[in-house]
Structures are given as C-alpha cells and as structure tokens.
C-alpha cells in the first residue's frame, strides 16, 4: 500500500515502506508541519529546485551539479560569494546557513573564501570532504563556477535560479551582472538570512524578486520581518514550514519555499514516518501547499510530484540534459 494518499495511522506504523528509518524518539514529520490528522490534496504542482544543483549526482554547487538538477528540476539554488577581484562565484563550505565560506573541510585552506580572488582558487577537493553526497569527483578536478558562467549557461531558458547572498559587498555586483547577462528577472529570485542584503537590492533594482531566509527556531516576527523589506517570498526551513505557516504567508501575499539543509545536516534528522528525504518525506512537504521545494534530491522530488499529480509529458523549461556530454 502506497504511502500516497494514505491514513496517517497506517503512514506512521507501516512496516511495508522499506525507506523507514523509525526510532523510539523519532516524532512525526506529518503532525510536526500539521497534516497528521489528514493528508490534504496539494492545492497546485511546486516548483522543485536543486538545493546546490544535485548533490547525490554530482558535486554541489559546481555546474555539473546545476545541469544534473536540471534533469529533474525546475531550477536550482545557488549559494554565492565575491571574492577580491569582485568575482561571484558559487560555493558554500564550512559552517552554519548564516556564516559560512571557510575552505578547510573542502579543500584544506584554513580561510574563508572570500579573502581570494579567482586566480587563486584552488582546484581540487579532499577527498574527505564531509558534506560531500557523492563520489563521482573524489579523483577529478573540482571547479568552482563563476556565477557569471552559470547565468550563461541557462540563459535564455525559463529555469528557476535562487541565488543566495552569503555575504556583504554581493549587492551592486550582482544587480550589475544580471543587467549585464539579461537572465530574465522573473526566472531569479535573491535570497539571504541577512535581509538588509536584501533591502539594498531591492534599492538597486526594484524589479528583482527577493526571498527572506528563515532558519529553526523560527522568529515569531518572521512575517513583518519579510514584508518591511518589500520581499516577494518566504523561504522557510522544512521543519518550520507548517500548514498553518504556509497559509499565513499566503494571506499575507506571499510565496512559500520549503528549504532542505545540506546533505551532512539532513542525514542526522530522523522521522518516524519517512527516512531521509525519500518519497515519504517530500509526499508530507507537498501537502502543506508550499509553491517551491528546495531538496537534495530533485530526482526523488520529481518522482513524488509524478504520483501525486500525473506525469503531464512536458518540461516547464527546456531540457538542458544532453548538455552534460558535451
């Protein structure tokens, strides 16, 4: 019996759904984000994104990781940094959402990648690399793509682009680059925990669409916060991104993402009802009416939205896969 459109009663004690990984003090994904007493229809198809591309194809935040999401994906999510010389690129590295960048676990530098500038930039990545899903670049060299590089590489396409700052100075930079690449806007949307990020793009350029970042716990103010900078979306960790909170932002006008974090993170979150984002875990997600889904496996992702709402035997944007030959 499928886990689709199934009573929560037997969803949380089924034995039958291999992908379970039930502990004695796992809770209850689907009562957490309350739709435990039922399983509502999802009112509309979400948009699905690649959290760092396809990290379980390939290497996050590196271009084949993008083209291996867009296999499945109707975009992707992108962290970015400038580095000395004004370049942004697309990396995430050691530490939290909020502050990260350090190139230790990466690639062995004990620095943040924001005191290099392109030439310098290391090659390779250690094989040790903690947060890496996949094996595929363990003996190869590991690019870091200018965000430039991956603008051109989609563009002119209707694939979903979320790029979140991760640090000061992005603002002007990036305003002037999309000018420069003319992605078209509605297809991007700026992300960041730190909102005033957000605010001076917003100053720059009205017409692109923001997103504030929330984490776990979320702020009790999270909806004022979001529309005081004049933001477009909410983007809200999975754990947080209850029914009632979806319907609130929606009252509010505005978008709802559900945001996975990285695959380390995720691996050590345990449910009763659904293993570590397998088709359970994304069944309960939809359900709550969120427009996009940000996960690690947009394949898996795909997979669900299939079931749920019929493979409709068109890509809502143009198919980039035989690009990943070339």
Not at 50 to 79: I, K, M
Not at 251 to 258: F, I, K, R, W
């Amino acid at each position: 019996m499928s886990a689709f459109a199934t009573p929560l009663n037997h969803l949380t004690r089924s034995t039958s759904l291999t992908s379970m990984q039930v502990t004695p003090a796992a809770i209850s994904l689907a009562e957490t984000l309350n739709v435990s007493s039922y399983f509502p229809s999802p009112p509309s198809q979400p948009l699905i994104l690649g959290h760092r591309g396809s990290p379980f194809l390939s290497f996050e935040n590196t271009l084949p990781s993008y083209l291996s999401a867009s296999l499945h994906a109707d975009g992707v999510e992108l962290d970015v940094f400038p580095l000395t010389d004004d370049t942004l690129v697309c990396y995430h590295g050691k530490g939290s959402d909020q502050e990260c960048g350090i190139m230790n676990e990466s690639h062995g530098l004990d620095l943040s990648i924001k005191t290099l500038d392109y030439e310098g930039l290391p090659r390779s990545v250690k094989k040790s690399f903690g947060d890496k899903a996949c094996e595929i670049f363990e003996d190869e060299e590991v690019l870091i793509p200018k965000l430039e590089e991956v603008l051109l590489e989609f563009a002119p396409s209707n694939f979903h682009l979320t790029i979140e700052l991760k640090a000061s100075s992005t603002e002007a930079l990036l305003t002037s680059l999309l000018s420069k690449t003319s992605y078209p806007l509605p297809y991007i949307t700026v992300s960041s925990f730190h909102h005033a990020y957000l605010s001076n793009i917003k100053s720059l350029n009205q017409d692109v669409r923001v997103a504030c970042l929330f984490n776990s716990p979320l702020d009790s103010d999270w909806i004022e916060k979001t529309k005081e900078i004049g933001a477009e979306e909410v983007h809200l960790r999975y754990d947080t991104c209850t029914m009632e909170n979806v319907r609130k932002a929606k009252e509010a006008g505005l978008s709802v993402m559900s945001w996975c974090s990285g695959p380390l993170r995720m691996s050590s979150e345990k449910w009763s009802d659904c293993g570590n984002e397998d088709e359970d875990f994304y069944d309960v997600i939809l359900r709550t009416g969120v427009d996009k889904i940000c996960v690690n496996r947009p394949d898996v992702a795909r997979k669900v939205c299939d079931k749920i709402w019929g493979e409709k035997g068109e890509k809502k944007w143009e198919s980039l896969g035989e690009k990943l030959s070339v």
